[in-house]
């Protein structure tokens, strides 16, 4: 599989990826060398991220990493440059202690992590805009983009703890705090923001067409990521 992810050609794995697992007369993975097993799982999780099977990337490349030997810190780093952006976009941000064992990663994923962190769309965007073409050679950049909404998100969170915790919310409120980070969206623009998010489950309540507001819920209005099946 390595030599077709060389050639550019991840999709002739496939062939690979069916006859290790449906021919009866080869051995199970689990009963090869550890090293092997990282290998095949790093590349499963690979395919399963180009795809974008997120829920199952991140667990095969979780895996991966955990069973990846300490000394094989570049193995280490290749595993988490695919696996960080994953984190992102369930808001499960990586520690500075871990990034600042892989000076690379740091660079390239420490802007977004402090900007979710904050919610600061505005440093989100313009990060996103200096790491594109580094962002795209590594294949990454659709996932990194992606994970803008939970930047939003935190943006979102602090303008309504800003008001107070209300749990009607106009939906100026928010268009205001995104203008605030030079982001220029009409009502409706953020509206869809809005529903997008209640439809995954990121915040609890409805919108309001017709009054223009946002009805949370009275508690809990912004459940814990974590607490979010993938």
């Known amino acids: 599989m390595k030599c077709?992810?060389?050639?550019?050609?991840?999709?002739?794995?496939?062939?690979?990826?069916?006859?290790?697992?449906?021919?009866p007369k080869t051995p199970p993975v689990e009963q090869a060398p550890i090293g092997d097993q990282v290998?095949?799982?790093?590349?499963?999780?690979?395919?399963?991220?180009l795809a974008g099977e997120d829920a199952r990337a991140a667990t095969e490349l979780e895996w991966a990493f955990l069973h990846c030997p300490a000394s094989s810190k570049r193995n280490q780093e290749l595993i988490l440059t695919f696996l960080i952006p994953l984190h992102l976009l369930r808001g499960s941000l990586p520690s500075a202690k871990l990034l600042a064992r892989f000076p690379r990663l740091q660079e390239t994923y420490g802007p977004f992590?402090?900007?979710?962190?904050?919610?600061?769309?505005?440093?989100?965007d313009e990060?996103?805009?200096?790491?594109?073409?580094?962002?795209?050679?590594?294949?990454?950049?659709?996932?990194?983009?992606?994970?803008?909404?939970?930047?939003?998100?935190?943006?979102?969170?602090?303008?309504?703890?800003?008001?107070?915790?209300?749990?009607r919310i106009p939906i100026s409120t928010f268009r205001k705090a995104l203008e605030l980070q030079r982001v220029e969206v009409d009502n409706d623009e953020v509206e869809c923001m809005v529903a997008n998010m209640i439809f995954r489950g990121f915040i609890?309540?409805?919108?309001?067409?017709?009054?223009?507001?946002?009805?949370?819920?009275?508690?809990?209005?912004?459940?814990?990521?974590?607490?979010?099946?993938?």
């Open 39 to 49: 290998t095949w799982r790093f590349y499963i999780g690979m395919l399963a991220f």
């Open 113 to 124: 992590v402090d900007a979710i962190r904050t919610g600061s769309v505005q440093a989100y």
């Open 4 to 23: 077709y992810f060389r050639v550019g050609k991840p999709n002739l794995c496939k062939n690979v990826v069916r006859a290790v697992t449906s021919d």
């Open 127 to 167: 990060a996103l805009e200096r790491a594109q073409p580094r962002l795209v050679s590594m294949n990454t950049y659709l996932a990194v983009e992606r994970a803008r909404e939970i930047c939003l998100r935190t943006l979102f969170r602090r303008a309504w703890a800003a008001s107070d915790r209300n749990s």
């Open 204 to 230: 609890r309540g409805y919108i309001s067409h017709e009054r223009q507001t946002i009805v949370l819920a009275k508690t809990n209005a912004f459940p814990a990521l974590s607490s979010i099946p993938r």
